[in-house]
T-cell receptor
Framework: AQSVTQLDSQVPVFEEAPVELRCNYS??????LFWYVQYPNQGLQLLLKYLSGSTLVKGINGFEAEFNKSQTSFHLRKPSVHISDTAEYFCAVSDLTGGGNKLTFGTGTQLKVEL | NAGVTQTPKFQVLKTGQSMTLQCAQDMNHEYMSWYRQDPGMGLRLIHYSVGAGITDQGEVPNGYNVSRSTTEDFPLRLLSAAPSQTSVYFC?????????????FGPGTRLTVT
C-alpha cells in the first residue's frame, strides 16, 4: 500500500513570487506520481505526471515538479505565480496494481495568490 | 466530446433514503471510478471498474453499491443514506492497462444527508 503526505494545507503567496508545494510519498514498490489541480467548484485536472525517465517534469500553466527517489518526494514548483493559479493542488500516486489506474491522493494544498 | 458527466449536481437526502448518482463518459474508457472528497481528507476511492461487468472495492466502499453494465455508465447507489455520507462525489475515467494514464474527472455531485 502507498500513502501521500502534503504537509502544507494552505500556502499564501504574492503574485509573481515563486512557490513550492511539497509532496512526499511512501511505497514499497515503484510508483507513478501525479499532480492534479482543482479550481473552485470544479473537478480535478491533470497538471503533470512522472512515469519514468527525466526526474524533472514539466506540466501545464508553467508548473514543474522534480522526482527525488532518495527523499521519496515530488515537489511542485512555479517560478512566478498568477492570481489565476489560486486553487487546490493534489499530489497522487499509483502503482502497477489494478493496471496502474488506482490513485491514492494526498490531503491537498490550498494555494492562495494575493496581489 | 462531453467528457465525464455527472448528475445531479446537488442533492439533499434525508437519513435512510436511497438514491443513485449517475456518471457517464463518451471517451470509450475502460476504467471508471468513484471518489468522495471531504475537507482535509483529499479524495478517497469508493469503487472502481476496469470494464463492463467488472467492479471492485476501493478504500471506503461501505454503504455504496456500483454496477457496470455498459462501458459508458457507472452509477453509484446509496442504499440507506447516512449523515456521514455528506460529501462531494467525483467520477473519473481513463484507459486501462496504460499505467499512469491521465484520469478525467467529472464536475462532481454535492450530496447533503440530513
Amino acid at each position: 500500500a502507498q500513502s501521500v503526505t502534503q504537509l502544507d494545507s494552505q500556502v499564501p503567496v504574492f503574485e509573481e513570487a515563486p512557490v513550492e508545494l511539497r509532496c512526499n510519498y511512501s511505497s514499497s514498490v515503484s510508483v507513478y506520481l501525479f499532480w492534479y489541480v482543482q479550481y473552485p467548484n470544479q473537478g480535478l485536472q491533470l497538471l503533470l505526471k512522472y512515469l519514468s525517465g527525466s526526474t524533472l517534469v514539466k506540466g501545464i500553466n508553467g508548473f514543474e515538479a522534480e522526482f527525488n527517489k532518495s527523499q521519496t518526494s515530488f515537489h511542485l514548483r512555479k517560478p512566478s505565480v498568477h492570481i489565476s493559479d489560486t486553487a487546490e493542488y493534489f499530489c497522487a500516486v499509483s502503482d502497477l496494481t489494478g493496471g496502474g489506474n488506482k490513485l491514492t491522493f494526498g490531503t491537498g494544498t490550498q494555494l492562495k495568490v494575493e496581489l | 466530446n462531453a467528457g465525464v458527466t455527472q448528475t445531479p449536481k446537488f442533492q439533499v437526502l434525508k437519513t435512510g433514503q436511497s438514491m443513485t448518482l449517475q456518471c457517464a463518459q463518451d471517451m470509450n474508457h475502460e476504467y471508471m471510478s468513484w471518489y468522495r472528497q471531504d475537507p482535509g481528507m483529499g479524495l478517497r476511492l469508493i469503487h472502481y471498474s476496469v470494464g463492463a461487468g467488472i467492479t471492485d472495492q476501493g478504500e471506503v466502499p461501505n454503504g455504496y453499491n456500483v454496477s457496470r453494465s455498459t462501458t459508458e455508465d457507472f452509477p453509484l447507489r446509496l442504499l440507506s443514506a447516512a449523515p456521514s455520507q455528506t460529501s462531494v462525489y467525483f467520477c473519473a475515467s481513463s484507459y486501462v492497462g496504460i499505467a499512469g494514464y491521465e484520469q478525467y474527472f467529472g464536475p462532481g455531485t454535492r450530496l447533503t444527508v440530513t
